[in-house]
T-cell receptor
Framework: NAGVTQTPKFQVLKTGQSMTLQCAQDMNHEYMSWYRQDPGMGLRLIHYSVGAGITDQGEVPNGYNVSRSTTEDFPLRLLSAAPSQTSVYFC?????????????????FGPGTRLTVL | QQQVKQSPQSLIVQKGGISIINCAYENTAFDYFPWYQQFPGKGPALLIAIRPDVSEKKEGRFTISFNKSAKQFSLHIMDSQPGDSATYFCAASIYGGSNYKLTFGKGTLLTVNP
């Protein structure tokens, strides 16, 4: 299994340009999420999906769109890039499993995309 | 409103020492508390997690201590090694269906000197 893959690894955009960050997972996980990581800010949830065709907003959704047409793919679209969107973006997938009488959830993160908006 | 507060921001420990990272949360509905470890240039990876029905969970050199009444939990790394040098994030979520929506602390950069 490749796990969670993200492309591209690095990207430089000019203000106003649009682009799509790709994310794919081959673990048949039902849940997928996008986070952004900024220095001193931790990871903040942008959008998430609980299954194909179902998406919802996280903590910082403005300026981003998502769709989930298949279980495997969860692309993140920047509609009109702004310097404030300079960040490292992580995609994650997760599932729930039961063990020892409890249900657990573990998120598996991709390697990240480092985006710079000039 | 920061729902999960993590301290310290950075920590330097000598090899063999104990590393302690603390987190406090505000939302009493949180009932799943994982810790993630992140090496430079990599995505975070789950290290250990706890639910509030236990006060402590240990996996090897890593232990989570949980204090429900104080709404605090901490990560202890015993016999810290240079290979433990990484950024550690605590997180919290609401169990029972939406525990994929993690709220993260701001992270602690741990450096273990040889």
């Amino acid at each position: 299994n490749a796990g969670v893959t993200q492309t591209p690894k690095f990207q430089v955009l000019k203000t106003g340009q649009s682009m799509t960050l790709q994310c794919a997972q081959d673990m048949n996980h039902e849940y997928m999420s996008w986070y952004r990581q900024d220095p001193g800010m931790g990871l903040r949830l942008i959008h998430y999906s609980v299954g194909a065709g179902i998406t919802d907003q996280g903590e910082v959704p403005n300026g981003y769109n998502v769709s989930r047409s298949t279980t495997e793919d969860f692309p993140l679209r920047l509609l009109s890039a702004a310097p404030s969107q300079t960040s490292v973006y992580f995609c994650a997938s997760s599932y729930s499993h039961r063990g020892m009488g409890q249900t657990y959830n573990e998120q598996f993160f991709g390697p990240g995309t480092r985006l710079t908006v000039l | 409103q920061q729902q999960v507060k993590q301290s310290p921001q950075s920590l330097i420990v000598q090899k063999g020492g104990i590393s302690i990272i603390n987190c406090a949360y505000e939302n009493t509905a949180f009932d799943y508390f994982p810790w993630y470890q992140q090496f430079p240039g990599k995505g975070p990876a789950l290290l250990i997690a706890i639910r509030p029905d236990v006060s402590e969970k240990k996996e090897g050199r890593f232990t989570i201590s949980f204090n429900k009444s104080a709404k605090q939990f901490s990560l202890h790394i015993m016999d810290s090694q240079p290979g433990d040098s990484a950024t550690y994030f605590c997180a919290a979520s609401i169990y029972g269906g939406s525990n994929y929506k993690l709220t993260f602390g701001k992270g602690t950069l741990l450096t273990v000197n040889p």
